[in-house]
């Protein structure tokens, strides 16, 4: 069964610039869920997606913004990037509410 | 106050030894709590899930809470050096989807 599988690894963008990130989840799995990691700020919760409807959403500026389609794929895109904004950004992957999430290799933003 | 206080260590312990890792949390509304190992670069991975007070062992791993005192430990038993990473703690049901983490625990197994 394949895990969650997140793309691309790595970017490098600059500033100003916008960035779209994509997530694809366990097969069956229909939430998907944001985290930014960093080393000051640990993981931070970005938003949860479940059957395409964005139920949650953390404490960041409008800049951050996602979607889920119809197979639960979901994407995330930050626009106007930040220096800040340099991190390793995770999605989870689970099958419903109250159950295990599993995260993929997550995608290693770095802003110049 | 962060709502999930971990020790961030570092944690330097022989091979064969028992590791204990240990969280705390506040808000007595969290319902279930996950343990995550984390190698450098790389995303976390489940170790163990529960849902209510108590112990659950899976392999060399244990897991125990204690709902009434806010409090949640990993136990390592026969450590490894393949065991060297840093621990997560995370706890959820508040709302839709969020897990809230601890800081990390940096593990260091030596032979």
């Known amino acids: 069964k394949a895990g969650v599988t997140q793309t691309p690894r790595y970017l490098i963008k600059t500033r100003g610039q916008q960035v779209t990130l ?13 985290y930014q990691q960093t080393p000051g700020q640990g993981l931070q919760f970005l938003f949860e997606y479940f059957s395409e409807t964005q139920r949650n959403k953390g404490n960041f500026p409008g800049r951050f913004s996602g979607r889920q389609f119809s197979n639960s794929r979901s994407e995330m895109n930050v626009s106007t990037l930040e220096l800040g904004d340099s991190a390793l950004y995770l999605c989870a992957s689970r099958a419903q509410e109250n159950t295990e999430a599993f995260f993929g290799q997550g995608t290693r933003l770095t802003v110049v | 106050q962060k709502e999930v206080e971990q020790d961030p260590g ?22 279930y709590f996950m343990w995550y190992r984390q190698y450098s670069r790389k995303g976390p991975e489940l170790l163990m899930y529960t849902y209510s007070s108590g112990n659950k062992e899976d392999g060399r791993f244990t897991a125990q809470v204690d709902k009434s005192s806010k409090y949640i430990s990993l136990f390592i038993r026969d450590s490894q050096p393949s065991d060297s990473a840093t621990y997560l703690c995370a706890s959820g049901g508040t709302s839709y989807g969020k897990l809230t983490f601890g800081q990390g625990t940096i593990l260091t197994v030596h032979p």
């Open chain 1, 22 to 34: 994509s997530c694809s989840p366990i097969s069956g799995h229909r939430s998907v869920s944001w």
């Open chain 2, 10 to 31: 570092p944690l330097s312990v022989p091979e064969g030894a028992i590791v204990s890792l240990n969280c705390t949390y506040s808000n007595s509304a969290f319902q």
